[in-house]
């Protein structure tokens, strides 16, 4: 389960990024096409930010749709797979342009006293 790793890693980036105050929520963007399953992110979540800044924030994962565009003639299609057929020409030549994120849109952190 690659996922853990991931999110090992966007827990370290919002540390880092948080200025030493304490993170309440985190909003990544996973995209359907990017074979990183958005469950298994929120599970790993908790375990991750134990001991952290992040240690009770909330995550939310907004989920990028699939999409690509046809070689041939130019036509978006929705994506499911990191493949697909044209529904305008019937090419298979798709070039994926959408879905394949990974991104950490925003974190809320808390005002510390000075």
Known sequence: MHELGITKN????????AGGAPVR???VEIGKLSAIMP???SFCFD????????EGATLEIIEI????????CGT???LEQPFGICDNCGSAEITIIQGE???IKSMEVDDLCA
């Open 39 to 41: 469950d298994a992110i």
């Open 101 to 103: 994120e990974l991104k």
């Open 10 to 17: 966007i827990v370290a980036i919002v540390s880092e990024n």
């Open 76 to 78: 978006k299609i929705s």
């Open 25 to 27: 929520k985190v909003i």
């Open 65 to 72: 749709p699939g999409l690509g565009k046809c070689c041939q």
């Open 47 to 54: 375990v991750c930010c134990k001991g952290t800044l992040l």
